[in-house]
């Protein structure tokens, strides 16, 4: 019995033995692969045991991490984390962000989301504290492939625009391809797969021509599948040639070997089907010379299958032998077991060949100890000597950055200085200018012959043309910013020449200087812009040319030079027979305050603005001003621009116009103004009992919510520095009062003010107002603003009113201190009302006298300007001159540095002043003419 048994387990054993010969033959390739992984291994356990520079050996680790990595991530783990300890020590900042980029990929790979994240943004820490920006980009990228990984896709989305601003700040080509390549990742695991695509594509344009080989591969590689699900081959099939040949240069066998499967796969439905099991087995090649247990797997069931559908079955046969051999798990195992023998004997015997060599290297050692030494030394010496350099130098880039700063600092006072200054002139120059405006428009609905009526619109031009010098300083500022925008509305260029020629009209009535206009007849009767910023562009050009000419003519030239579709070139030039420019001043003659000589301001006025601006904005509008010049002879300046026509007439415009302008009708407003002339002027503008319009005045905000809360109102005009309550105050109140039912809550409040600060507008809308609108209030724009914002029918319509007859008497008070034209104008001339406003400033400026001077006693500085605000409001309606700088100092007060005795000395002449005023107005009310 005892004899069978050995004989029948001899027999097994052969048996088994033959099968496992057999198994061998047909498996040897698939264990070849991994074979020469352990191989490349040992070989490089070897070196890091022999390697002397430290730097190279923390590489060779992280290397040994990466081999190990999928396959026995433990290992892994363990080398990357020997590699950052090594480059800790060294202080070698690119090995430490390198092994924490190993550590948080590894981590990744097991799912410990949260260590992936930290050892990334340490790596980011380091890229960050020696100013590399690209490389916090990379580990932000690498961030946000963590949060992908977890299915967390908007906060993968952060991470990768936050790495793609950095991109494109640092111009990195290779960050913003990854980057893009993030999104792409995204859209395709949401199943957008048309937006994977656009994404890649962007991420390929910045890769191209990069020689970050692995990432180019990885994107392309990317884009293939992308293309492939969509079911474009050949495009699926040029991005896999793309990313294989990138991998081959940088000798990347494994992702080689997956891309020749991905395209063995794309060739199959094509009609190569040859090239098909080339890429199949190429890839089968590289996945056994690297170890890929799963891909040989795979390939060879592949490979089979392949065949099989080509119908070469023996072909197929022999390559289902190879799976179905590599398919057996207990011999699978038995094989990894001798190979681990294997193994362990090859070590053995590097372990023999460790301990020689640690011999001889020990003996090396001893020798170089004393060099090293020597070396070090010396080193530490040099270290010594940089570092006190280093210290120096830092204290003295510390004090050129102070000094920097200060000057930075000292810089952006002086423009937010300008700024102030220019913003508080033009708010000066514009309270007046209200009363002229408003006074000119009163004036127009009286009854005025030819004569008059073509004085009164050069009047009102000029007073348009004021106001566009006054935008001009803030405009400049506006565009430099980019913060100007521009219309597109219909309107006349013919019309915009004409008023352009008449207000400029009153200018040369002391120079033989003609002004014409030279318009082709192929110049649309209408076109489509901002007439407004066409206007200021001719404007300030035709100026500049009559300012610098004596006689002969202006001339501006407009005609059409090209055509395509509803587009027109346009070219504009304005040509002067006057003094020319300098030839060397040409180049300069367009910068900002800029004149030809420093005499030509003195001699010819202008604040050298108006070409500045005219300049910029015919860029904004896609154009190039150009200037041609001869010193004697005369001045050119010329641009073209396109822009859009419409078959729209004239005629057509003008019925469109006028219907815009029709009167208002049927309206309760509410005006809202601490200044009681200005109330006065507010309500002889809008008040119009002929059509319905009534007209309530308040004095600040709580009378106003007071007046609300008694009468239904339709709109209210808001003034926005007011005394008890502001303008701003006054609509959140109004928005938020519980008193006030909701259609009261909810009236159109529009904003009234002479301020053109920037953010007013945006201060106005915040606190609850609809809209803004500058003081001189133009009626046409606030008729506008009413038409949008008043949801009520009926409010515009045709003038009930009958035409007045009759014309208006003057009051002029020549040789005093007093001039009532203005007044007048605002009155037509009513006596009646004319005593009214005198009794009413007779009235308040005593009062605001008294204030002042109190304020003074108190030192209550910044009071002192709000009363003098007022004061010369309504000084100013009384046509006062003779202490306007007066009052400007006061209401301009520097609170920060107080001059005690000029104050006292301004406000000595106001109040002499004012006396005299006041006693010269109650003989004028007194004995009416």
């Not at 050129?400 to 937010?416: G, M, P, W």
């Not at 219909?490 to 008449?502: A, G, R, V, Y």
């Not at 509410?670 to 009681?676: G, P, R, S, T, Y």
Request: aromatic share 8%.
């Amino acid at each position: 019995m005892k004899v069978y048994r050995t004989k029948k387990n001899r027999y097994f054993c052969l048996a088994v033995r033959y099968r496992l010969y057999i198994f061998l033959i047909l498996a040897l390739p698939y264990f070849n692969g991994s074979s020469q992984n352990i191989t490349k291994i040992n070989d490089l356990k070897y070196k890091v045991q022999i390697e002397v520079n430290v730097n190279k050996k923390a590489e060779q680790l992280l290397l040994l991490s990466k081999l190990y990595e999928g396959y026995d991530n433990e290992e892994a783990m363990k080398y990357a984390l020997e590699s950052l300890t090594l480059s800790k020590g060294l202080h070698y900042n690119k090995g430490k962000i390198s092994a924490y980029y190993q550590i948080g990929q590894l981590e990744k790979l097991s799912e410990n989301y949260n260590k992936a994240i930290n050892s990334f943004e340490l790596a980011n820490e380091i890229s960050e504290s020696y100013g590399d920006q690209k490389g916090v980009a990379i580990g932000t990228i690498y961030i946000g492939d963590v949060h992908l990984s977890k299915q967390d896709f908007e906060s993968a989305r952060i991470y990768y625009q936050y790495a793609l601003d950095i991109g494109e700040k640092v111009k990195s080509l290779q960050v913003q391809a990854m980057a893009n390549d993030g999104f792409g990742k995204i859209s395709e695991q949401q199943e957008k797969l048309y937006l994977a695509q656009q994404y890649f594509v962007l991420a390929k344009e910045h890769i191209q021509s990069s020689s970050e080989l692995n990432t180019k591969g990885m994107i392309f590689s990317n884009s293939g599948r992308i293309e492939a699900k969509l079911g474009n081959t050949e495009n699926a099939i040029k991005d896999y040639q793309v990313a294989l040949k990138s991998f081959e240069q940088v000798k990347n066998k494994e992702k080689q070997a997956i891309v020749c499967f991905e395209l063995g796969a794309l060739y199959q439905l094509t009609t190569e089907k040859d090239e098909s099991i080339v890429y199949y087995k190429t890839g089968l090649g590289l996945a056994q010379e690297t170890g890929m247990e799963d891909l040989i797997k795979s390939g060879y069931q592949t490979i089979a299958e392949t065949y099989e559908k080509n119908g070469q079955f023996e072909e197929a046969y022999e390559y289902l032998k190879y799976f179905s051999a590599i398919k057996d798990t207990k011999e699978i195992t038995e094989l990894e077991s001798q190979l681990e023998l294997e193994m362990k004997n090859n070590e053995i015997e590097l372990i023999k060949k460790e301990k020689a060599l640690e011999k001889e290297l020990h003996d090396e050692a001893i020798k170089n100890e004393r060099f090293y030494s020597t070396i070090g030394l010396v080193v530490l010496l040099v270290i010594f000597g940089l570092a006190i350099f280093l210290f120096i130098s830092l204290k003295q880039r510390d004090k050129i950055n102070a000094k920097l700063i200060k000057a930075k600092d000292e810089a952006n006072q002086s423009r937010q200085e300008k700024e102030d200054f220019f913003a508080y002139t033009s708010h000066e120059i514009r309270t007046p200018l209200n009363a002229v405006v408003g006074m000119a428009k009163l004036l127009g609905e009286t009854d005025l012959n030819e004569s008059q009526q073509k004085y009164l619109k050069t009047i009102t031009g000029s007073a348009q043309n004021i106001l566009f010098l006054v935008n001009d300083v803030l405009d400049l500022t506006k565009i430099e910013k980019g913060g100007i925008e521009f219309e597109s509305i219909k309107f006349s260029l013919h019309e915009i020449i004409d008023q352009i020629i008449q207000s400029l009209s009153f200018k040369k009535f002391e120079k033989e200087v003609d002004i014409v206009a030279n318009i082709h007849p192929n110049v649309p009767k209408v076109i489509i812009g901002d007439p407004i910023r066409f206007n200021q562009i001719l404007l300030n050009l035709a100026d500049n040319a009559l300012k610098f000419t004596k006689q002969g003519e202006v001339t501006i030239t407009l005609r059409v030079t090209d055509r395509y579709e509803d587009k027109v070139r346009l070219f504009v030039s304005v040509d002067d027979t006057g003094i020319g420019i300098q030839p060397e001043k040409l180049d300069s003659i367009f910068n900002s305050y800029q004149q030809e000589h420093i005499s030509t301001t003195r001699q010819y006025g202008g604040t050298g603005l108006g070409l500045a601006i005219s300049k910029l904005l015919i860029e904004k509008m896609g154009g190039e001003i150009k200037v041609k010049s001869k010193p004697g002879v005369g001045t050119s300046f010329y641009f073209d621009l396109w822009i859009s026509t419409t078959s729209e007439d004239a005629e057509n415009l003008e019925t469109n116009q006028s219907t815009e302008t029709d009167k208002l009708q049927n309206l309760n407003v509410l005006v809202v103004d601490d200044n009681q002339l200005n109330r006065e002027i507010f309500f002889d503008l809008v008040e119009d009992k002929h059509n319905n319009v009534l007209v309530d005045l308040a004095k600040h905000g709580e009378e106003a919510i007071e007046k609300l809360k008694a009468k239904d109102y339709d709109l209210i005009l808001m003034d926005i520095q007011m005394p008890v309550m502001n303008g701003y105050e006054a609509a959140k109140a109004i928005r938020n009062h519980k008193e006030l039912d909701e259609t009261k809550r909810d009236i159109p409040i529009i904003a009234m003010t002479a301020h053109v600060l920037e953010g007013v507008a945006e201060k106005c809308l915040a606190a609850g107002m609809n809209d803004s609108i500058s003081k001189p209030v133009n009626l046409t724009v606030l008729h506008q603003k009413i038409r949008t914002l008043v949801k009520k029918e009926g409010i515009f319509g045709p003038d009930k009113r009958l035409v007045r007859s009759g014309t208006p008497s003057s009051n002029e008070v020549n040789g005093s201190r007093i001039n009532l034209e203005n007044l007048e104008a605002i009155t037509g001339g009513k006596p009646e009302k004319i005593e009214r406003y005198i009794k009413i400033f007779l009235k308040n400026i005593p009062a605001d006298l008294d204030k002042l001077k109190q304020e003074f006693d108190q030192e209550d500085y910044e009071n002192i300007k709000k009363t003098a605000h007022k004061i010369k409001g309504n000084l100013a309606y009384m046509g006062v001159t003779s202490i306007q700088d007066n009052i400007l100092y006061l209401e301009g007060l520097d609170t920060e540095n107080i001059n005690v005795n000029e104050i006292n000395s301004n406000l000595n002449m106001v109040e002499k002043e004012i006396v005299l005023i006041l006693e010269e107005l109650r003989t004028l009310n007194a004995n009416p003419t």
